[in-house]
């Protein structure tokens, strides 16, 4: 039998080194590219330009972490930011509401996004990434409507939430909600337990339908305020079709594999938020070299799977879901 202590010190080295894996990350590639591409990578105001694209994504991706631990996947992560902006947008400039209308706005839109999802989910009973891909045509084909085939646009005035300190401010209202809502409430319990095993969770009386309607409706919520950072950032919003909405799905899927990868560390959210920083770095330090999207993406693609691979290996005899 393990004592306590055994097993707190375990713990707390599991984080440990959780953690010195992120920044060694972290520190690798922006040394990489640095030698690489000297004169126009890795300067303290290029990682800060780094650092507050990430938070954006992160601020999304710690909320889709819910839905991802389940073992469910939303192909309409794009669509939901971008109708979600667009409606706080006008909220915000058409009926003159302000910050109240946009934040507010981006929110709930996003939210009403994730209930739409996990309600149909549940009720189709089939793979979430079908229901999600159809229910995205349909996000992009209002926003295209609201915004009238063009792009929304919110004033100067009204940009405080896209840079220091507001962004970051949000953002870490937002990391502070998903550790709280994940670590301390009912939900996450159930959350990690419906992930675990959603057979034994059903019959331990836990209503596993209704958690995984949660789950959506508090992904979108937060992809909601991604929302905010995301139009606050750029100040616009281009209303897209044609599923071209997806591109914006890769980087917080990525950054919840990395969370996933790193569970068992204890530290998901952090991993999560750091991971998303680590992806930035890459993205932006292709970038720097001229390298086309395509290879920048099959890179973090593959860095991807050797961090999974290298983090979750499993033990004997147990089973790989």
Do not use: H
Not at 9 to 29: A, C, P, Q
Not at 148 to 174: E, F, K, Y
Not at 227 to 238: D, E, H, N, P, Q
Request: aromatic share 12%; charged share 10%; with cysteine.
């Amino acid at each position: 039998m393990e004592t306590s202590a055994a097993v707190s010190k375990r713990k707390i080295s599991g984080k440990t080194m959780g953690y010195l894996v992120l920044l060694l990350l972290v520190v690798l590639s922006w040394g990489v590219f640095k030698i690489v591409t000297p004169g126009n990578f890795g300067s303290a105001k290029n990682m800060l330009s780094y650092f507050e694209s990430s938070l954006m994504i992160s601020a999304g991706s710690v909320g889709f972490y819910f839905v991802m631990v389940m073992g469910m996947f939303d192909f309409s992560i794009g669509a939901n930011i971008m109708l979600s902006s667009i409606v706080g947008a006008v909220l915000a400039t058409r009926f003159n509401l302000g910050y109240p209308g946009l934040v507010l706005g981006c929110i709930a839109c996003g939210a009403l996004v994730g209930a739409v999802n996990g309600f149909l989910y549940v009720k189709l009973r089939i793979p979430s990434m079908i229901v999600t891909t159809g229910l995205a045509l349909i996000y992009e084909s209002i926003a295209s409507y609201i915004a009238n085939g063009q792009s929304a646009t919110i004033s100067s005035n009204l940009r405080g939430l896209g840079r220091m300190p507001g962004n970051l401010i949000l953002a870490v209202i937002a990391f502070v909600a998903a550790y709280m809502l994940l670590n301390y409430t009912r939900i996450g319990t159930y959350t990690y337990a419906i992930g675990s095993n959603e057979f034994v969770a059903k019959n331990m009386g836990i209503d596993v339908n209704k958690y995984k309607r949660l789950a959506f409706l508090i992904s979108g919520a937060f992809f909601g305020v991604e929302a905010i950072l995301t139009i606050s950032y750029g100040s616009s919003m281009v209303a897209e079709t044609g599923m071209a909405s997806m591109s914006r799905n890769f980087y917080p899927t990525m950054g919840c594999f990395l969370g996933l990868a790193l569970k068992k560390n204890g530290i998901p959210i952090p991993a999560i938020i750091i991971g998303e920083f680590f992806l930035q770095i890459i993205y932006y330090g292709f970038v720097a070299m001229g390298a086309p999207t395509a290879v920048n993406d099959v890179i973090s693609g593959f860095a991807l799977l050797i961090i999974v691979t290298l983090t979750t290996v499993a033990g004997k005899g147990e089973i790989v879901k």
